[in-house]
């Protein structure tokens, strides 16, 4: 973590914590210890601050001046088009990946986030929203799985109440594509927010992005959720090829019937994986994804920077 407990010489004689909640490059928005939210600009060039991060700073003429950035516990990380590494958010518990009737779901990407969480360690929620549009198939199979999944209409409030509870306590990051309706179950969970979510005039169903970074709001029973910006395409961080069926928690068990320790359930013979997908245990949808994150992250290995 290269940024992480960096201190610049000497504490600022006025030095205090406070939370970053927004950050936009060399300017963030900050919290103070009475969540009153002020701008602060980052001291220093090497600083970098993201949504979520615990920080000291120091109120000056105009706004406040970020001096350092805590420690992080974990990192939300993700290879941008250059295969370099940006961080989305920072301290987070639980990973939120919101799927929805429309726009059509994009399995793959939902898969390479549910993997990112696990291979981060934080806890899971699948939220199907729009539940008054119908029903998902992928919600089925992520239930099979093992994941929490749980079905809610921001529109109609069906479901919001075990949604809210599933959140309490957790600083949870609310993820997936652009239009499925993150912030607008922001607004649901939280009385008098009033977060710009996408008009419904968006003809294509491509859905422009309406969010453009991360925020992190106050639940009304304790946590916090971070509204994050949808994307077309997310891949977690690079990882040991040998790790990432770490990411599918289905494939546990039947990796300790392979022959070889190094098996990556390719084309090794004996390979327990191979063996639940052809008896059904493993969907091979699930295996095809596997397939194809394993491939991306040799991928991103032999990219420079990556
Ligand atoms: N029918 C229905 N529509 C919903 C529901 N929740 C959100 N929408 C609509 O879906 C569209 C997208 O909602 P947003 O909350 O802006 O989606 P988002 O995920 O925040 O999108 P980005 O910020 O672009 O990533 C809006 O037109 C919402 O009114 C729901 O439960 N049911
Ligand atoms: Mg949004
Ligand atoms: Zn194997």
């Known amino acids: 973590m290269p940024d992480a407990g960096r201190r610049l010489r000497k504490p600022h004689p006025e030095s205090r914590p406070g939370r970053v909640v927004a950050s936009y490059g060399r300017r963030v928005l900050i919290e103070d210890e009475q969540r009153k939210r002020l701008n602060c600009q980052l001291k220093g060039r090497r600083l970098k601050a993201v949504c979520g991060d615990q920080v000291e700073w120091y109120p000056d003429s105009h706004n406040g001046v970020v001096t350092a ?12 088009s250059r295969g370099r590494v940006e961080i989305l958010a920072a301290n987070i518990s639980q990973l939120v990946v919101v799927i929805a009737p429309t726009p059509p779901v994009d399995e793959f990407l939902a898969d390479r986030y549910l993997a990112a969480a696990r291979l981060m360690g934080a806890d899971i929620l699948v939220v199907c929203n729009k539940s008054d549009l119908g029903n998902i198939d992928l919600a089925d199979e992520y239930r099979t799985v093992g994941y929490p999944v749980v079905s809610v209409s921001a529109r109609t409030s069906e479901s919001m109440a075990s949604l809210a509870t599933a959140l309490t306590g957790h600083t949870s990051v609310l993820v997936g594509q652009s239009g499925v309706g993150k912030s607008s179950l922001s607004n649901a969970l939280i009385p008098g927010l009033t977060v710009a979510t996408q008009k419904l005039s968006t003809a294509t169903g491509e859905g422009k992005h309406t969010t453009s970074t991360a925020i992190l709001h106050h639940l009304p029973d304790g946590g916090e959720i971070i509204d994050s910006p949808g994307v077309r395409d997310f891949a977690p961080p690079p990882t040991e090829l040998k790790r990432v069926d770490f990411g599918f928690p289905e494939f546990d068990q039947p990796v300790r019937e392979c022959r070889f320790n190094d098996c990556l359930h390719l084309k090794e013979p004996q390979c327990g994986v191979r063996a639940a997908v052809d008896r059904g245990e493993i969907s091979a949808r699930r295996y095809r ?13 032999e990219t420079p920077g990556g």
């Open 289 to 301: 994804s596997y397939r194809e994150l394993l491939h991306l992250m040799r991928k991103l290995k």
């Open 69 to 80: 950035i805590a420690a992080r516990r974990n990192e939300l990380r993700r290879p941008d």
